[in-house]
Each structure stands twice: as C-alpha cells, then as structure tokens.
C-alpha cells in the first residue's frame, strides 16, 4: 500500500473543514438524533421531511461545569455551485452544560428547518466549548444569510469546534413522491 496519507476524514471529504471552519479539535462527543430516531452521520441524506422539527442534540463529555455552543449551518445558499449567501445559519444554542443536551441551553437563534431549493446541500453542526456561561453573544445581523463560523467564533472568544456533523438533503423531486 502506498504510504501517501489518504483523507479519510468525512468532515475533511465533506469539504466542512474548510468552507466552514478551518479545523475540528475532537474533544467531546455529540449525536444528533431527529424526531424520527433518525441519527445525522457524516455525510448521509436525510429528506427535508425528516428534519422540519428540531433533533435532540447531546453532548457526551466535559462535566456540568462546562459549557457549550451549537451552531447549525448550511454553507451551500443558494445553492453549491455558487454559494454566495455562505452561510445560513439555522439555529444556535448557548450556555449547554457539558453532559446534557440542547434542551437545557438557551435558544437565541430558533431552529428552522432546512429548506434546500438548488441541489445538494450540507447542513452542518458545530459545538464549541465556552470560557464559561454567558459569554456567547447572539449574531449581530437580522437575516440568516452571510453568517460566518470562523467570524462567530473568533467573537466570541470561542477555540475551534470540540464536535461537529453533518448531513446533506436536497429538493424533495417529482420523481420521489408517491
């Protein structure tokens, strides 16, 4: 076997290192599970269906002590091949103690659900560890679009991603419906 080093990592293949954020330090664990005991893994389609109500998330790791940021993005509006709303934030939840879920966070940006018009689009979590509670401050702009993750977390004096996942979904076609 040849000794080149193959990128096997799904975020790194998934291009979310890199269109999002510049690096994952794994850290913590953390699932996503939506209403319909559907498990977000890197890279699997969900429909647009599946995902109208926001999933359980749980982060498995650090204590009650620490606390934590979600941040669901999708780095593909309008659409992948020119994505230059990048990105559209679709919910945010600060101030997550460690060993809980985002249940027991505040909500400060309400979840929508993901909408894509134009081809594939990824839809991105991230968790960041915060220096302590309350110091996460909302996103300054009204709309959703042209939200940055490295911006946010660079702001918000946040280190790199302790977690993250993700999954893709597209346009319910004609041709899948029955």
């Known amino acids: ?13 998934g291009g979310v290192v890199g269109d ?13 599970t939506y209403h319909s005991n559907k498990k977000v893994c890197n890279g699997h389609e969900l429909l647009p269906n599946f995902v109208t109500l926001k999933p359980r998330v749980e982060v498995l790791g650090g204590d009650l002590r ?4 979600l941040v669901m993005t999708d780095p593909d509006v309008p659409g992948p091949s020119d994505p230059y709303l990048r990105e559209h934030l679709h919910w945010m939840v600060t101030d997550i103690p460690g060993t809980t879920d985002a249940t027991f966070g505040k909500e400060i940006v309400k979840y929508e659900e993901p909408s894509p018009n134009i081809g594939i689009h990824r839809y991105v979590f991230l968790l960041y560890k915060q220096k302590r509670r309350q110091t996460v401050k909302p996103p300054p702009q009204p709309s959703r679009d042209g939200f940055n993750s490295r911006k946010f977390a660079l702001d918000n004096h946040l280190s790199l991603p302790v977690a993250a996942v993700y999954f893709i979904a597209q346009r319910p076609t004609a041709a899948r419906r029955r």
């Open 20 to 32: 999002v954020v510049d690096a994952i330090s794994p850290t913590v664990k953390m699932t996503v």
């Open 1 to 13: 076997m040849a000794m080149g080093k193959m990128p096997s990592d799904p975020l790194v293949v």
């Open 66 to 69: 620490s606390f934590f940021t």
